[in-house]
C-alpha cells in the first residue's frame, strides 16, 4: 500500500486566496483525520470523520477553514480566504480498528506558507 | 485542564546510549496514551499505544511505561541509534464519545555518533 497520500507537498499562496489540501486515506480505512503542526502550538487534531461522516469538527479554528469528505477514498480541507496565520504544516492520518487501540498512519504532510 | 506535558524539550546523546523521555498528563476522562516519532519533514509515526491497565509496552528498543494513577508516562530507548534522532510526541486521548486528543509539545532528540 501507498500509504496515505497527500498533495500538494508545498504551497505558497498570497493572503486572501482559496486554498484547498487533499487526502486519500489508506485503502479501508474508515477514520481520517486533519492536523495542523506550528512550531507554536504543536500539533493539534482540526477534525475527524467516520465513514466518510465528519465525528467532530470542534478543532477546526475559524469559518474559514472547511472540510469534506465525498467518498471513502478522498478528503478536502479548504481555507478561504487564507491568511498569514494560518501557515502550517497540515497532515492527514487515516485508521482502521476498534476506537481503543487503532494506529494512525499519517501522511507526509502539506506545508502551507501564506504571504 | 487537560495538558500533557513533556520533559526534557531537547536532549543530546551520545550513540549507544539509553534515554529515558518523560510525559506529564492532566487529563480526564483518560482513554489511551500514545507515543508517537516524528522525523525532521515527516508525519509521525506510531511507537505505542496504551490504555490504562496497561503498564508497560515494547516495540523494539523502544518501552513506553504508564502510571495512571500518577499520571505520568515515559518512553525508554535502549542503545540508541543515530536514526533515533527526532522528536517524540505524547499524545493522551481524553475521550468521553468521540476522540479528543490532547498533545504534548515533544521531546526533540538528537543522537549524535
Known amino acids: 500500500d501507498a500509504g496515505v497520500i497527500q498533495s500538494p507537498r508545498h504551497e505558497v499562496t498570497e493572503m486572501g486566496q482559496e486554498v484547498t489540501l487533499r487526502c486519500k486515506p489508506i485503502?479501508?480505512?474508515?477514520?481520517l483525520f486533519w492536523y495542523r503542526q506550528t512550531m507554536m502550538r504543536g500539533l493539534e487534531l482540526l477534525i475527524y470523520f467516520n465513514n466518510n461522516v465528519p465525528i467532530d469538527d470542534s478543532g477546526m479554528p475559524e469559518d474559514r477553514f472547511s472540510a469534506k469528505m465525498p467518498n471513502a477514498s478522498f478528503s478536502t480541507l479548504k481555507i478561504q480566504p487564507s491568511e498569514p496565520r494560518d501557515s502550517a504544516v497540515y497532515f492527514c492520518?487515516?485508521?482502521?480498528?476498534?476506537?481503543?487501540?487503532?494506529?494512525?498512519?499519517f501522511g507526509p504532510g502539506t506545508r502551507l506558507t501564506v504571504l | 485542564k487537560n495538558q500533557v506535558e513533556q520533559s526534557p524539550q531537547s536532549l543530546i546523546i551520545l550513540e549507544g546510549k539509553n534515554c529515558t523521555l518523560q510525559c506529564n498528563y492532566t487529563v480526564s476522562p483518560f482513554s489511551n496514551l500514545r507515543w508517537y516519532k516524528q522525523d525532521t519533514g515527516r508525519g509521525p509515526v506510531s511507537l505505542t499505544i496504551?490504555?490504562?491497565?496497561?503498564n508497560t509496552k515494547s516495540n523494539g528498543r523502544y518501552t513506553a511505561t504508564l502510571d495512571a494513577d500518577t499520571k505520568q508516562s515515559s518512553l525508554h530507548i535502549t542503545a540508541s541509534q543515530l536514526s533515533d534522532s527526532a522528536s517524540y510526541i505524547c499524545v493522551v486521548d481524553g475521550r468521553s464519545g468521540t476522540y479528543k486528543y490532547i498533545f504534548g509539545t515533544g521531546t526533540r532528540l538528537k543522537v549524535l555518533a
Open positions: 485503502s479501508g480505512h474508515d477514520y
Open positions: 496504551m490504555t490504562f491497565s496497561e
Open positions: 492520518a487515516s485508521s482502521s480498528g476498534t476506537q481503543l487501540t487503532d494506529t494512525q498512519y
